[in-house]
């Protein structure tokens, strides 16, 4: 029973990914991460040059760590806005409401379901593409995949601490946040001797021990968060609270972005997020992963020997670009298809959600700049640091909306559209962090550098929003 169930949820994933983007695109995606893995090896010697050999693994184990995390985060708290776009369609994980199975069970396995489908989708081709590309070095293949495993075992750990704050978080926000921030705690405490994650130190140090709690970590954070889970999925009654004389005041108060989209729609979408609590969502998706990025910054400073100068600008640059993440929420909140019978179009929808983005959710990206400029005793750093973060945030979300409108999450498992993402927002991202590590060297020239890169993105943000009529004002809904 529990592997058909599996198989439906693995059918359900790749139907519900082809119905939104493209089947060829789809399916293209696993070979251009074949292609990555390759590239990866075949310059690794070259980045190890610039960053160093443990610097270099231990970036790769943060990067697959935020990469659980996540799409822990998209799979867990985005069911819940599957299930209200496909309301007419019942969803394998809803099967406990219909049918004699337990919810905890039925969370369970898909939280497996997720290993499977993104170990097939993306990690499996990764390490494909990586042994082609030691294969060309002459690099010993058995050290590659023993490289993959650890950072296998490190992608599900990222994977489980999201299933244990979306348990949490459906009991309360305050259990998900005080939970979050002990398992975060507990977890830098147990292992500040040892390398970032239990995998990187068997793989550095060879101890098989590190691998048995490598193996042991992400089982033990999945089985208490599935015994946190609740076995009813009742959803609870809304307090009514006039959404009607809200938009009045709403629609006054957005008048100022009549230049950007029209106002009422603008209300309207900011209605909907509070009425759906997508903002509470929002917030705590993209909290706790910057909590992590948080976590490790301090981490890397106090806890290693190792010297690396991430400093507050590079930080910018990163969660300048988790900003895409904020936006992709917004286009999870309801069906879009019910603005078919307006006469609204699709492109005035994307840039009330814009607008949206701009004005609700910027103090979150700058509570977690203040917060990491001072624990690094960089405060002279954050004004550059927001400077940069605003200038990376508005690029990556523009360049988002233009070629993914309304799917945004969907859209980037085309495998054209996410090649035309990579390079549009990766080498303004790689310059930025190569100026931000230079900076206490030439400090003047490097800021002439960063300022004439964020006046650059600055100005291709505004193609972007300019191009976003063009290409979405004849399209459908549906």
Excluded at 61 to 84: K, M
Excluded at 220 to 241: D, G
Aim: proline residues 4%; hydrophobic residues 55%.
């Amino acid at each position: 029973m529990n592997k058909l169930i599996i198989h439906k949820m693995l059918l359900e994933e790749i139907r519900l990914n082809t119905s939104f983007a493209s089947g060829k695109g789809f399916y293209a995606f696993p070979i251009l991460v074949v292609l990555a893995g390759l590239l990866a090896v075949l310059f690794s010697d070259e980045i190890i040059n610039d960053m160093g050999y443990s610097a270099f693994l231990e970036s790769c184990h943060i990067s697959i760590l935020f990469y659980g995390v996540f799409t822990g985060f998209l799979a867990f708290f985005g069911n819940d806005f599957l299930e209200r776009i496909f309301g007419y369609l019942g969803m394998v994980i809803g099967l406990p409401s219909t049918q004699p199975i337990s919810q905890r069970r039925m969370t369970m396995l898909y939280f497996i379901k997720e290993i499977i489908f993104y170990s097939i989708f993306t990690l499996v081709p990764a390490l494909i593409g990586a042994l082609i590309g030691a294969y060309s070095n002459g690099l010993d293949l058995i050290n590659v995949t023993k490289f993959g495993l650890s950072l296998f075992l490190s992608f599900t750990t990222g994977l489980s601490f999201a299933y244990l704050t979306s348990s949490l978080y459906r009991i309360s926000l305050p259990f998900a946040i005080s939970g979050g921030l002990l398992s975060i705690l507990t977890y830098g405490f147990l292992f500040r001797n040892f390398q970032i994650t239990p995998g990187l130190d068997w793989y550095l140090n060879g101890y098989i021990e590190m691998l048995f709690i490598a193996m042991i970590v992400p089982i033990l954070i999945s089985i208490i968060a599935t015994i946190f889970v609740h076995e009813n999925y009742e959803p609870k009654v809304m307090q009514k609270i006039g959404y009607k004389d809200r938009l009045a005041e709403y629609t006054k108060k957005f008048e100022w972005a009549k230049w950007m989209s029209v106002p009422v729609i603008v209300s309207k979408e900011r209605i909907d997020l509070q009425r759906s609590q997508t903002g509470t969502k929002m917030f705590f998706s993209f909290a706790f992963p910057l909590g992590i990025l948080t976590f490790i910054n301090w981490f890397i400073d106090k806890g290693i020997p190792v010297q690396i100068d991430f400093n507050t600008i590079f930080y910018g640059v990163m969660i300048g670009f988790f900003g895409t993440m904020l936006y992709s929420w917004l286009n999870t909140i309801d069906s879009p298809n019910f603005y078919s019978t307006l006469p609204v179009t699709v492109s005035e929808v994307i840039r009330a959600r814009l607008v949206l983005f701009l004005t609700i959710t910027w103090w979150i990206p700058l509570l977690f700049m203040a917060l990491i400029a001072y624990m690094s005793s960089e405060m002279n750093l954050l004004p550059i640091g927001i400077v940069v973060m605003i200038a990376v945030g508005i690029y990556i979300v523009n360049y988002t909306a233009w070629t993914t409108g309304l799917r945004t999450n969907s859209a980037l498992f085309d495998a054209i559209i996410f090649i035309k993402f990579f390079f549009v927002s990766v080498p303004p991202m790689i310059a930025m962090t190569i100026l931000s590590l230079a900076i206490n060297h030439k400090p003047s020239v490097i800021l002439i550098a960063l300022a004439t890169i964020c006046g650059f993105l600055s100005l291709m943000s505004i193609f972007f929003y300019n191009k976003i009529e063009t290409r979405w004002k004849t399209e459908a809904f549906d």
